[in-house]
């Protein structure tokens, strides 16, 4: 906005134009007054002293009645001081008049100020001539000569040209007004100019600064007077400026850590708006950022019993806990829900918070571990309840024939075997889930590791006849990985081999080089697994023949064991198989990098 257009300019420049007419006008008018006083007195006090001048040198004349002497007399004063002169006889005969021939003047003794002079000696009168027809100041005097009237002496003044010398002299008072009143209305028009472009100047940046333009400041050069204003101003946008990066800064830490947080959060206001959603609520509930900001929480989530607890924390102000079952699309999430409600400093509710854990994984976890616990007991207690009963058949019959005795010991033997298998087995998974890092890792030549798993198995191979060979890479391939469990997961997939060959198989460990990997191949040709048991085979105490399993001393947790120790080692286990001629297991893991263990 121009100067000129501030109501501000317009407001302090009239005030400032009223004040200096006011003051000029004041003045001016008390100067015209005095003027015309002290004017008049001045113009009194000369009269007074001509007609004293008058008085005396008219004296001699009027003794004479000299005409002649008092017409050049009364003419050199009025050419002097441009006053009327006359003298005028006790009669009140006219002799002498600077203005008028005094022959065709009148009789003047009646004139109040003659008769004043006759009776007082003075007399002051100001009054219209009868003779010049203009108002007169006139001041008369009476010449006496020892106690005898000798005439009396008048000098006048014309009020016209006292009022016009008056005028003059106030016209220059009222000219020299006229100029001061101007140099104060220039003046204070640059002066409030000057000020409003300092108030402009400052509203502007504060303008500025109001709307978030913290970079703004007043400079310092430009405040004129209003320096501390300035200041307090550039000051005001300095800690603005410093608030606001806290606030951001604070702003983004919160967002970086709701976005990088595992857990749902939902922001809802007081209405149950959404008022923010991180990225693992949106995940876990399925729902677009865009399209849910600002709506209720209850229109856009459909579940039941989230909008319950919400609708309870608000209520109650207390912290929510409760799990919910949602289904993802097809997927059905078990969801660890806390809401908890938000209040202000005075403690007005303003929203809450909803959290979501997803404990799913958690959960399903939580089964396995459960199942694993129900069915390790009970493959546990088979064997113990066998030992138990035939040793107490033994304890209670000691008259037992030696021939049941014998069979009794053997199939007690036989099951504290299958116990220590199972125990042993059991021991493997506890420790391998208990060891999840790679401390134990070293490189490891697999082609040194496998001839010695055979060397160690042929005895049981060659006891069933199998023909246990082994096809070996040329190359030294080498791993990182765990020698105990690497070693074990081979015995167990050898030893399955064995076990599931019938009298007289063929039995092939091969191990190869591909592309970054090492494949590991133990093949059988032995009863094989249909198709729909060859994945479940990994799992757990399954077995496909639990009676044959069992008698082949089997536990059900080998090939369990085998992909557990393979995934640990970044690697996996698959099985290819054809009921009735064989099957094989096939076992690949990443190759240790000649120098760079690291990169496997
Ligand atoms: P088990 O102790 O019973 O051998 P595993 O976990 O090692 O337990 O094997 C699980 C099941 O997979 C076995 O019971 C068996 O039915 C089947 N199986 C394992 N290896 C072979 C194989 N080489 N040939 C045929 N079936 C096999």
């Not at 002097?80 to 009669?91: E, F």
């Not at 391998?432 to 490891?444: K, M, Q, T, Y």
């Not at 096809?471 to 990985?481: A, H, I």
């Not at 032995?526 to 990994?538: A, D, L, T, Y």
Request: proline share 2%.
């Amino acid at each position: 906005m121009k100067i000129y257009q501030t109501t501000y300019f317009w407001r302090t420049y009239l005030n400032y134009v009223l004040f200096i007419l006011l003051g000029t006008g004041l003045v001016g008018l008390q100067q015209a007054i005095t003027l015309s006083a002290s004017e008049t007195e001045k113009d009194e006090a000369s009269q007074h002293a001509q007609g004293a001048l008058l008085a005396t040198a008219a004296a001699s004349p009027l003794r004479t009645v000299d005409q002649n002497a008092l017409e050049d007399l009364t003419s050199i004063i009025a050419v002097q001081t441009g006053l009327r002169v006359t003298v005028i006889l006790p009669d009140g005969r006219v002799l002498a008049d600077t203005m008028e021939n005094p022959l065709a003047m009148e009789n003047h003794l009646h004139r109040p100020e003659v008769q004043l002079a006759i009776a007082r000696g003075n007399g002051d009168v100001e009054r219209y001539s009868q003779t010049l027809n203009r108002n007169f100041v006139y001041r008369a005097l009476a010449v006496n000569s020892n106690g005898v009237l000798l005439g009396v002496v008048r000098v006048a003044r014309a009020r016209e040209d006292l009022d016009v010398l008056i005028h003059v002299k106030q016209l220059e008072v009222l000219k020299n007004c006229l100029l001061v009143l101007s140099l104060l209305l220039i003046s204070a028009f640059v002066m409030v100019w000057r000020k409003t472009a300092t108030v402009e100047l400052l509203t502007k940046t504060t303008e500025a600064i109001a709307s978030g333009d913290f970079e703004r400041r007043v400079p310092e050069s430009r405040a004129l007077g209003m320096k501390r204003l300035a200041d307090a101003i550039n000051q005001m946008a300095r800690n603005s400026a410093k608030r606001l990066s806290t606030l951001t800064a604070e702003r983004n830490r919160l967002a970086t850590i709701f976005t990088g947080m595992v857990e749902g959060v939902v922001d809802v206001d007081e209405k149950q708006n959404i008022v923010h959603i991180n990225e693992a609520a949106l995940f876990l509930l399925d729902l677009q950022r865009e399209k849910y900001i600002g709506k209720p929480v209850w229109q856009e989530i459909r579940n039941q019993k989230i909008i319950l607890a919400l609708d309870e924390a608000l209520r109650t102000r207390a912290v929510i806990k409760t799990q919910i079952d949602y289904l993802r699309g097809r997927e059905q999430l078990v969801i660890d829900l806390y809401v908890a409600s938000l209040a202000d400093d005075n403690g007005n509710p303003i929203g809450a918070i909803l959290v979501l854990h997803d404990v799913t994984e958690l959960k399903h976890l939580e089964r396995i571990r459960t199942d694993f616990v129900a069915n390790a007991s009970h493959e546990l207690k088979t064997p113990i309840t066998a030992i138990r009963g035939l040793s107490e058949t033994v304890v209670n019959d000691p008259d037992v024939d030696k021939q049941t005795l014998m069979s009794f010991m053997e199939r007690i033997h036989s099951q504290s075997i299958r116990l220590s298998q199972l125990v042993g087995d059991l021991m493997t998974i506890s420790r391998l889930e208990a060891d999840s890092g790679e401390h134990n890792f070293s490189r490891i030549n697999l082609v040194d590791l496998i001839s010695r798993a055979i060397t160690a198995a042929k005895p049981v191979a060659e006891s069933k006849q199998h023909a246990l060979t082994a096809q070996l890479s040329g190359e030294k391939l080498e791993v990182f990985g765990d020698r105990q469990n690497l070693s074990q997961l081979l015995d167990n997939l050898i030893d399955n081999a064995i076990k599931y060959t019938p009298i007289a198989g063929r039995i092939e460990v091969r191990l190869r080089r591909e592309e970054l990997d090492v494949v590991l191949e133990v093949e059988d040709s032995g009863i094989g697994i249909s198709p729909q048991h060859q994945e479940r085979v990994f799992e757990r105490f399954y077995r496909i023949d639990k009676a044959r399993s069992q008698s082949l001393g089997g536990t059900g947790l080998g090939l369990s064991i085998v992909r557990n120790i393979a995934e640990r080692h970044g690697g996996s286990v698959d099985v290819a198989s054809q009921p009735g001629k064989g099957s094989v297991f096939i076992f690949r893991m990443p190759l240790a990098l000649a120098g760079n263990e690291e990169i496997r």
